[in-house]
């Protein structure tokens, strides 16, 4: 094989699997997704290397630099910690900056070997922590790797599409770059009440949910970035989500992320993808709600590695160990172009596969599950909305 057609595989070191033993939701998840590609043969068709720590500078291209000094060193006071989200489903632990900088580390090695041209795809399974803000941390995520990898890949290849279909909205990317046509940001997922983080809805939906609306709370931040300073135009037409409804399943998710990603692409015209996989949106999943399954996800990933662009490839949420780790499995394999058995091979957590053991066992329950006309309808308005914004765009730069 040619050795740019190989995908580049950035995997997990101990230190890394234990430090994410510290986040209750990801607890041995690295493992599980791990032993499984193992068994299946599929590091023989990967160029692995492993993760190294990014350098504190580095992420300082997206994070504050107080947000760093507290996850080196968390403040004793509980509101400092709250103003840095260091509290609930974050709550601080022992290594944080470490797991940060490997994880941020894990994201931009992926984006230099796609950036360097020698290799067209990278992936990064610890990656995709699409919630971390400028000086917070949210959802179970502590540092935006995505962030990091998206301003690597501009800076170094042009225009870039991101791309997000976990089942929660992407929000800390979009507001990352909610201000450039550099990265335009596209995120697939469940909108509905109560859902985290509650935006991402249609435009006139996203008011209601308090989007914005004022700076961080920060006490010690020593500035302001640019998306909170009211005399800065956001991009909003660069910024495109789709709100699906809750059991959305295969028949619309699929063929919808390939008709608006194909038309973004199409207007935009990026020079690299970042994708994040976010298998919380199969079936079963405890906090996803979009009932996919996992050969639906690895379709619609497909359609977007078909357009053989670079492409850095995230993991994102996934919070069914056996369904993320069926779902990473399939897409590294359609990565590297190997087809997948329909069985789970023996690994050292065969038993979580059970009771089928095949990576199919629950298509026939997401095929039920259909989404009403009239949101389909809304979905269609606001991506020929963004398109035609995109064209119009183009054109004029243009002339
Ligand atoms: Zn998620």
Redesign the pocket.
């Known amino acids: 094989m040619e050795k740019r057609s190989r995908v580049a595989y950035i995997a997990p070191t101990i230190e890394y699997v234990e430090l994410c033993e510290m986040i209750p939701r990801l607890s041995l998840r690295t493992p599980i997704v791990e032993a499984l590609i193992s068994a299946m043969g599929l590091y023989q068709h990967l160029t692995v290397e492993r993760v190294r720590e990014a350098l504190v500078e580095e992420l300082e291209a997206f994070h504050s630099k107080d947000y760093l000094n507290a996850l080196n060193d968390p403040p004793a006071d509980l509101e400092e910690l709250e103003d840095y989200g260091l509290v609930d489903d974050c709550a601080p632990f022992s290594g944080m900056l470490k797991y940060a900088l490997l994880t941020a580390g894990g994201a931009l090695h992926a984006a230099r070997a796609v950036a360097s041209g020698t290799t067209l795809r990278a992936i990064w399974w610890g990656g995709g922590r ?1 919630h971390a803000k400028w000086s917070s941390a949210s ?1 179970f995520c502590y540092v935006n790797d995505a962030v990091i990898a998206c301003n690597h890949l501009s800076t170094n290849l042009g225009r870039v599409l991101y791309i997000d279909l ?3 909205h992407g929000d800390g990317v979009e507001e990352a770059f909610i201000t450039t046509d550099e990265v335009m940001t596209v995120s697939f ?1 469940a909108f509905s009440r109560g859902f985290f983080p509650g935006t991402g809805g249609f435009p006139a939906e996203e008011g209601k949910a308090g989007y914005r609306s004022q700076p961080p709370q920060c006490r010690s931040v020593s500035c302001v970035p640019k998306v909170y300073q009211t005399s800065v135009p956001t991009r909003r037409g660069y910024a495109l989500n789709m709100p699906l409804l809750p059991n959305t399943g295969d028949e619309v998710f699929v063929p919808l992320i390939g008709k608006a990603t194909e038309q973004v692409k199409r207007a935009y015209n990026p020079k690299a993808v970042v994708l994040v996989a ?1 298998p ?1 949106c199969l079936s079963g999943d405890p ?2 709600e979009l009932r996919v399954s996992v050969q639906g996800l690895t379709r619609a990933v497909r359609r977007i590695l078909d357009w053989e662009l670079p492409t850095v490839l995230l993991g ?3 919070y069914s160990q056996a369904n993320t780790a069926r779902a990473l499995a399939s897409i590294t394999a359609a990565a590297a172009s190997v087809e997948i058995p329909d069985e789970v091979p023996e690994n050292p957590f065969f038993e979580i596969y059970g009771p089928d053991f095949t990576f199919n066992h629950y298509v026939r329950e997401t095929q039920r599950a259909k989404m009403e006309d009239t949101h389909l309808k809304r979905l269609d308005g606001i991506l020929s909305k963004t398109v035609t914004h995109l064209l119009q765009d183009r054109s004029s730069s243009s002339s």
């Open positions: 699409h959802g976990d089942a929660h997922h976010g919380d906090l996803g994102g949420g996934g």
